[in-house]
Every structure is written in structure tokens, then in C-alpha cells.
């Protein structure tokens, strides 16, 4: 059952894949992700944070035009040196899931609490049918009871793309007025309401398929989510040194469970870009 469920799986993203070569021009790049050299900077990262962007599927995982890409490229600067950044291609989505998993306990079944709390925070972006293979990775890490901050559906292509998984904390969706519309999602679903709030679900005007990965209230979002978490971060941080303190023991680094404000994020990122 498991076997034919990932042959049906597998069958659906070839499907939606074949099908936007049939409207966008350009040859299809293999399934991977981004190779290109990271820099010095890259090994001595922390990954206190995790971006993981899907391009579209007639895009390299490379591809200096998506702004999925601009953004990864982004998050690899020296002021990010707490955040380690990934781009990849829809059909490489084990691939994204793999790299996310190295930074947790490497064992069957669902993390403890414990585990999870000292892991890395993970923001997903997915664009035409990367939105489908984002989401795809969101359901099996909570399969897995890892939480997700925030996923972000760009143009979003797929037919199991409509329902975000109730391990993400918040999602955004943005949707273009193009020839692709028939094609692209414009609403999305919370599996669970109260565990998963839509912060912004926003027509972008005068933008197509592709620039819409552009639009600078994504980068803001991304980018205000991140000083947002670090913030958090660093209170759980100082408390936990208190208790340390408290009882007399040396204190560590943690990055447990914080009270995320995303809303107050994504209203950051709008007014950036009044």
C-alpha cells in the first residue's frame, strides 16, 4: 500500500510537471537541488533556522530569476550566519526532506517533545508546482510532529496543494491574474484552524507566473519572520539561563518552542512595502 501510495504521489507531480511544459518554454532541469558553492561562510553556519524554497518545474534549482532563489541567496549573507538556506526543484522534494532531517534526531517514528524543541525552526516556499511538493514535505515532517513556522505558496500548481498541514504555524499564499489561472490555487485550507492561521492570501496585481516570486512583500515576510524568531529566540534563550542559574548547572544554547508572532511579522513586511 505504502509503495503504490508514493507510485500515485510520484504520478501526480510528473502529470502537473508535464503539464506546465506545455505552456512555459524552456527545457526541463533535472530534479535537484541548488549545487552551487556556498562559500566558507556556509560550513560554520549554526542553522537555527531553515529556508527551503521550491522553484517552479521549468526552472534549475539555480535559477537567478526566481526570487525563490534571490531570497536563498539572501539568507546565505553574513548576516544570516544563524540561518542555513536551500533551493530545489518540485521532483526533488525527498531531497528538501532529507536536508531538513539531518538538523533532527536521525530515528524512526515521531520526535520527542524534547527533541523538537531544540531543533531548528523551518520556513518553506514553494512557486507553481513547488507549492505542491513544499506542502508535500510539510505533511511528512508532522507525520514526523515537527512544526513548521511558515510555509508560503507562490502561484501555487497541484491537485493536494489546497490543504495546509496542521503542523505549520502560519501560510500565506500569493496568486497572479495570468494565462496560468485556471491552473494556480487562490484558496487554501487549514487541516486544523486553530493550530494554523492564514496570515495572506494576496492577488498579486500586474504580476505573472514568474515574477511573482519577485514581489517584494515576500522577501518582507520571510525576512521579518526570521528577526521575529530570532527574537524568540533569544528570550527562550536568557530564561533558560535563569533556570540554569537557578539551580546551580551550566547554561547551553536552546532553541525550544516560542510563542511566534507571525502576525506581527507579516504586518511588518506590508507596511515595508507601502
Given at each position: 500500500?505504502?509503495?503504490?501510495k ?11 510537471v508535464l ?31 531553515l ?9 534549475s ?47 524512526s ?6 527533541e ?54 502560519a ?19 487549514m ?10 492570501n ?8 514568474l ?39 551550566t ?24
Amino acid at each position: 500500500m505504502y509503495n503504490r501510495k508514493r507510485w500515485q504521489e510520484s504520478g501526480i507531480l510528473k502529470t502537473l510537471v508535464l503539464t506546465s511544459a506545455t505552456l512555459i518554454s524552456g527545457p526541463l532541469p533535472s530534479a535537484r537541488c541548488s549545487t552551487e558553492a556556498k562559500g566558507p561562510a556556509e560550513a560554520v553556519r549554526s542553522c537555527k533556522i531553515l529556508y527551503a524554497g521550491f522553484v517552479g518545474a521549468m526552472e534549475s534549482s539555480n535559477h537567478k530569476g526566481s526570487g525563490v532563489v534571490q531570497l536563498r541567496d539572501t539568507l546565505r549573507g553574513p548576516e544570516y550566519a544563524d540561518v542555513c538556506s536551500e533551493s530545489f526543484t518540485p521532483l526533488s522534494w525527498e531531497s528538501c526532506r532529507s536536508w531538513i532531517l539531518r538538523q533532527f534526531p536521525a530515528h524512526s517514528g515521531p520526535l520527542a517533545q524534547t527533541e523538537v524543541e531544540e531543533a531548528p525552526r523551518i520556513i518553506l516556499v514553494g512557486h507553481s508546482t513547488g507549492g505542491w511538493a513544499m506542502l508535500k514535505v510539510a505533511r511528512d515532517l508532522r507525520d514526523k510532529g515537527i512544526p513548521i513556522e511558515l510555509t508560503v505558496q507562490l502561484d501555487s500548481v497541484g491537485i493536494t496543494d489546497y490543504t495546509v498541514p496542521s503542523n505549520v504555524k502560519a501560510s500565506a499564499i500569493f496568486h497572479a491574474w495570468d494565462f496560468l489561472m485556471p491552473l494556480t490555487t487562490k484558496n487554501i485550507r487549514m487541516e486544523d484552524p486553530h493550530r494554523t492561521k492564514l496570515i495572506a492570501n494576496i492577488l498579486v496585481k500586474n504580476a505573472s507566473h514568474l515574477s511573482i516570486t519577485r514581489d517584494p512583500r515576500v522577501k518582507n515576510l520571510v525576512l521579518s519572520t526570521i528577526v521575529a524568531l530570532r527574537g524568540d529566540l533569544a528570550r527562550l534563550s536568557r530564561k533558560h539561563e535563569i533556570q540554569n542559574a537557578e539551580h546551580g548547572l551550566t547554561a547551553k544554547p536552546v532553541t525550544g518552542e516560542t510563542p511566534f508572532q507571525v502576525t506581527t511579522a507579516w504586518e511588518n513586511a506590508s507596511r515595508n512595502c507601502d
